[in-house]
């Protein structure tokens, strides 16, 4: 189908939108007959999800007019998230089915019999990804609302959000002796199946996408911090019991 | 009202229990019935599912509970079927959806084709949608207001409404406006029992599923239907206390098929008359001109049903007795071929014109009803007839292009002089000719034979009714065995009947059977000129005014019980006093489809096309929705 090969080609370029909680593009689309919607948007539990991870998905319209049947595609990378097999669900009464192939997500959700249409500001689909592998993902939706009336409306590209997978640290064999030097630095691991990110450099990196090397100082330093916070603290209660006396 | 503990549900099944374990030749031994179909109960009604399913990748948030035993048959609801079930459910909508983007080219076309309702070759969303409306299925807000034995069957699968909360919806209805209020006056007794065998109903369908489209449905029945579980009365005062041991064979089957039997309306006492009037449940009005009568003489069905007090009607009808107060109260009314449905348990008015029928303010309602109460009874030889005349289903003709292609005869002697019936039904012929129809004038040169007919209510009553007292008058408490018994205690309408009580009591048994042997000719040689005349004229029906005044009957009602052919009736307007400068104004008409024998099938599609395009039915503003 080529509107959802339109939606793996997208998902393959890596768009980064930073937006904290959260990530949404949203597009506001013209007012249309019924069935109509005034905006579509796509929520992501965490903009950074660790390999071995679980993100969830949330599509949501608003100003949702006649809404009785639709049929959602959302597009992403499968080398960096894989669907978890039965989350797509929806609050909205009716029948719906998921399926996943290469990349793209397919639910399409219908209420049953003359149950009346569903309207306003609706949460189309809550679905879970698990990250595989570190890289950069951009989320992209096409959807198709039927009304009551069987009229469909086609929206292309109706919203995108970004979902960062970071390369996973490299694994540290030995701890270091406290009084010894500085561990010279583990080669990094490199991120499974995903060539064209760096995953040190790039753009999806954050404050834990950090290496081996970088991480072995920190103990030594903390643990003499909390000695001496601890016998500061202890000094202070003994001041002021005798104080109270 | 003397009610005994048990439930009906109970009491039906120790019944026919009874029936079957009683000696051969006995009054009470009747074979297991023949039906035309057996209830299949399945397990697992599943109401309000939030959960995953087949394959890993359905869901269903709300999936309809079991509906295989609805028998449903209308093509609306079960021509796009995928599953070989007769019927659009979850099941079908989930081979849809797991077939979106087939299209004419793939093997697998052939199983999906017939919905492909686009007819764009391929399998998308909107079909989706389109299929999913032909589910029995609605989670929105419900109102026993207009709603119809479909609207019920939607929100019970949904969960929405349950039998006993639609039974305590109805009950409410009937203490607001039968006795106060309003007043409407059209129910003489309620039973007491509705709640308890609207629970175990909807315990059994929790458990099973439904047994059918009745599953749970309030019925109303004319008070000369035998029901174990509330008094038989005709509307006479001397059978106040006539607590029957059985179900009369109607309601029988109505209950085995999950119908809960409500409450019992008035009637013209003994049926005979056509404005509905009794010595034990007095007067009953239309439910819309309420100075006027609710005719006769099932009128207090119709007054009752027409205001919402229930949802299927039980008529009976000698010479007009479902049709007329079907007219007078905007309802569909079916008066079936005499031997399509036992008479046995009737309180009888003549037996070579009497039948049941439903009353209900659909025609899907009514092709419902009469799925139930057809059939072969050995207690009412004449039903005999009936085997290989009953279809699969009724409902298999609720098709709303049943006029296209069909020719339609009126015969325009028979329309009267009313301007208001004039205008509405030149206005039902223009609307037949609009659904596709071809309309005939018919000449029926031997027309004027069949009208000069006598009824039997005169000659039959006092046979058939002495017979009824001897096999189901048991109770101690009826102190009669007999009308002369009854006109001898002055216990009736005294004095407005007793003319005609005690000219009916004076027929000897001589005289009956010269009659009986007399008129069973004379209702052969009306079949005989009225099909005959369907024939000559290439007609599949005809039609005609079923009251030509306003709240006025006229005698085209006499045609179907002088001919023992089956008659349809459905609303076809109102009276208009600016239009038409009737004297009356918004008073009620209605059109009737008069059909071979047997051929209610033919009737019932032609009647539901009518109806569909036209939807003449209007609730009656003074029994709105309660509050709350």
Known sequence: MSRAASIRNRAAVPVFAALVGGLVLAAPLPAVAAPSAATFSIAVSDATVQVGETVDVMVAVTGAVDLYAYDLSLGYDADVLEYVDGSAQTAISGQSSATATGGEVRFVHTKLGTSPSAAGDLTLATLSFEALAAGDVSLGLDLELVGSDAVSVAFADAATAAISVPAPPAPVTTPPAPSAPAVPAAPAVPAPAVDDVDPVAGPGRDSLSVTGADVAPWPILGAVAALLLGGLILLRVRRKRASSV | ?628
């Open chain 2, 1 to 628: 009202m003397s009610n005994t503990p048990r439930t009906a549900v109970n009491a039906a099944r120790e019944s026919r229990t009874r029936f079957l374990n009683a000696p051969r030749g006995s009054p009470l031994s009747q074979p297991p019935r023949h039906r035309f179909r057996t209830f299949v109960l399945l397990p697992g009604a599943v109401l309000a599912v939030a959960a995953t399913s087949l394959g890993g990748f359905s869901v269903a948030t709300a999936a309809p509970s079991d509906t295989t035993g609805l028998n449903f048959l209308a093509p609306f609801y079960s021509e796009a079927d995928l599953t070989g079930d007769d019927a659009v459910d979850e099941n079908d909508i989930d081979l849809l959806m797991t077939a979106l983007g087939t299209s004419t080219t793939d093997a697998t076309w052939s199983t999906v084709e017939t919905a492909d309702f686009d007819a764009n070759g391929t399998i998308t969303v909107t079909d989706v949608a389109s299929l999913s409306q032909r589910t029995l299925y609605d989670d929105g807000p419900f109102s026993p207001v207009e709603a119809t034995t479909i609207d019920v069957q939607k929100a019970m699968n949904a969960g929405v409404v349950t039998a006993v909360s639609l039974t305590q919806m109805y009950l409410d209805r009937i203490a607001a406006y039968d006795d106060q209020g309003e007043t409407l006056n059209s129910i003489i007794s309620v039973n007491e029992n509705a709640l308890q065998i609207a629970a175990e109903l909807d315990a059994e369908r929790a458990a099973g599923g439904p047994r059918s489209m009745l599953h749970g449905i309030p019925v109303l029945a004319k008070d000369n239907y035998n029901t174990v579980d509330m008094p038989t009365t005709a509307g006479c005062t001397c059978l106040r206390n006539n607590q029957t041991d059985a179900d009369s064979q109607i309601v029988e089957q109505l209950r085995a098929d999950g119908a809960v039997i409500l409450a019992k309306a008035n009637l013209d006492e003994f049926a005979f008359n056509l404005s509905t009037d009794s010595s034990l449940g007095g007067v009953t009005n239309s439910a819309y001109v309420r100075t006027q009568n609710a005719g006769g003489s099932s009128g207090g069905t119709g007054a009752s049903i027409a205001a919402n007090l229930g949802i299927i009607g039980l008529g009976t009808d000698t010479g007009g007795s479902i049709r007329v107060p079907s007219s007078f109260n905007q309802l569909v009314g079916v008066r079936p071929t005499v031997g399509l449905a036992s008479r046995d348990g009737i309180i009888p008015l003549a037996l070579s014109q009497d039948t049941g029928g439903p009353m209900t303010r659909t025609v899907s309602d009514a092709a419902i009803a009469l799925d139930s109460i057809a059939g072969y009874d050995p207690e009412d030889a004449i039903t005999a007839e009936s085997n290989g005349n009953i279809p699969t289903s009724f409902t298999s003709s609720l098709d709303d292009s049943s006029l296209e292609g069909v020719r339609i005869g009126y015969v325009p002697s028979i329309v009267g002089t009313n301007a208001a019936v004039n205008r509405l039904f030149s206005e039902a012929l223009a609307d037949l000719q609009a659904q596709g129809a071809t309309v005939v004038e018919m000449v029926i040169p031997e027309l004027p034979i069949v009208q000069g007919y006598s009824s039997g209510s005169t000659n039959e009553f006092k046979h058939d009714l002495n017979e009824y007292f001897a096999k189901f008058v048991t109770d101690p408490d009826v102190p009669y065995s007999s009308l002369a018994e009854i006109i001898a205690a002055e216990d009736y309408q005294a004095p407005a009947r007793t003319n005609t009580m005690k000219a009916r009591e004076a027929v000897t048994e001589e005289q009956y059977q010269a009659w009986i042997v007399r008129h069973n000719a004379e209702i052969a040689n009306g079949e005989r000129i009225l099909s005959g005349a369907m024939d000559s004229h290439n007609v599949s029906a005809m039609v005609y005014p079923t009251t030509t005044g306003q709240y006025s009957t006229g005698a085209n009602n006499r045609l179907s019980p002088y001919s023992g052919m089956p008659a349809v009736t459905v609303p076809m307007g109102l009276s208009s006093t600016a239009i038409d400068g009737s004297a009356i104004d918004g008073a009620p008409s209605n059109i009737e489809f008069l059909g071979r024998s047997y051929a209610e099938s033919t009737l019932i599609g032609l009647a539901f096309d009518y109806e569909q395009a036209t939807l003449h039915r209007t609730s009656p503003a003074l029994f709105p929705a309660l509050a709350g």
